[in-house]
């Protein structure tokens, strides 16, 4: 079989070869002026009137919107690594990527259109994406990998349940369905944070990647799948005992903390893409701890949800992207000028939003400010040095 390495030389455009290029690219700037258009919102000006209101925009768009999309395109990129076989790549691409921009477009600016036409184009995006992996998953037979495909309708199906909380007037649907799809993207941080952490790691210290304990390995991801499982009850209408959520979020926090202080990030100081990655990992307990204490009585939910959703999920994807985007265009991996300020600044707007403002509800204006200048910051970096690179062809001459 040859390897889509030594596959031929394409000729279609350098931004369609492979799903990183387009979908790291757009998902960065949609977050940007999604971000503007929020911190103009909380300023007093409505520069969109989206289907379901600002409100559901905001909340949907950053987990369906940015956070699909950086995730459709590092799975669709990283399945061709995996199985050895041409990803999604050419028209095929460029159709799902317009599909996705569509779906931004019309979100945003319903233009009347029928409620049943925005869910449809907006919720095809993600079941596409499994299909498209999983068929070279299982061509490949590597059964490993083919549990991204469930995760994935399972991410289609929290988007539909927060269609269908503003189509049918149920707000519980809108709460539930957002938090089951931050959970899962936060349990795909957790599998791929384990494979490819350590990995990273041990390749830039030089030295021998620490190996797996078993039990933990099993512990955490069962865990944390356990907490989705119960979360995808709550959206089912089941009900499921604040405290017993509460446990197995503590349990899943506890070994993922014990995980990653096996990966000896303490000896990443001087490495912003490395320590990047560790110290986002680190807000995935944070951000489960606080959820378990919010369950208990202590504080909004809503706050634990952006400890895990800004410093473990956009500040894990922006260190990935920026790795993934050097390495797979044929450059030097480095962290580019900036690139540590940007993750230091995601990192302090999760601190904001999060932890201080459960400390301090007072400051709720500086914090969201803070927190949206903050981000927007980062991403604007992120453009500045990855735009070129992910519109041109690859500077080694190979494909992808």
């Not at 709720?364 to 200048?373: D, G, K, M, V």
Request: positive net charge.
């Amino acid at each position: 079989m040859k390897s889509a390495a030594a596959a031929p030389s394409q000729t279609h455009l350098p931004v369609a070869r492979l799903a990183f290029r387009p979908f790291f690219l757009l998902a960065a700037l949609f977050s940007v002026l999604s971000m503007v258009v929020w911190f103009a919102f909380w300023h007093g000006d409505i520069l969109l009137r989206p289907h379901g209101g600002l409100m559901w925009w905001h909340q949907h768009e950053m987990i369906f919107g940015f956070g699909a999309a950086v995730v459709v395109g590092f799975l669709l990129t990283a399945v061709q690594n995996w199985t050895g076989r041409k990803s999604l790549s050419g028209a095929p691409l460029l159709g799902l990527v317009a599909l996705w921009l569509a779906a931004r477009l019309l979100l945003a600016y319903p233009m009347g259109l029928p409620t049943w036409l925005l869910i449809t184009l907006d919720v095809a995006f993600l079941p596409l994406a499994a299909l498209a992996m999983g068929r070279l998953v299982v061509a490949a037979r590597l059964w490993r990998n083919l549990m991204f495909v469930p995760v994935l309708l399972l991410l289609a199906g929290a988007n539909l349940a927060m269609h269908l909380g503003v189509a049918l007037g149920k707000f519980e649907l809108i709460r539930e369905g957002g938090y089951l799809g931050v959970l899962l993207i936060a349990m795909l941080m957790v599998l791929l944070g384990g494979r490819v952490i350590p990995f990273f790691t041990s390749r830039k210290l030089g030295r021998p990647q620490p190996q797996p304990v078993v039990w933990l390995e099993k512990l955490t991801l069962v865990s944390m799948l356990a907490v989705v499982v119960l979360q995808l009850l709550v959206l089912l209408g089941v009900p499921v005992p604040s405290p017993l959520l509460a446990a197995v979020m503590l349990v899943a926090a506890v070994a993922s903390l014990v995980r990653l202080v096996r990966w000896e990030g303490h000896l990443t100081l001087h490495e912003p893409l490395l320590w990047g990655l560790h110290l986002s990992y680190a807000f995935v307990p944070v951000g489960l701890a606080m959820w378990a204490m919010a369950l208990m009585g202590a504080f909004r939910v809503e706050l634990a949800l952006h400890a895990l959703a800004i410093g473990g999920i956009a500040a894990m994807m922006l260190a990935m992207m920026a790795r993934v985007s050097l390495g797979h265009t044929g450059r030097e991996i480095r962290t580019l000028p900036g690139i540590g300020v940007g993750l230091a600044l995601m990192f302090a707007g999760a601190l904001l939003r999060s932890p201080v403002l459960a400390m301090f509800p007072q400051i709720t204006h500086w914090t969201y400010n803070l927190s949206i200048i903050f981000w927007c910051i980062a991403y604007l970096i992120f453009l500045f040095h990855y735009t070129l690179p992910l519109l041109s062809a690859r500077v080694d001459g190979q494909e992808g």
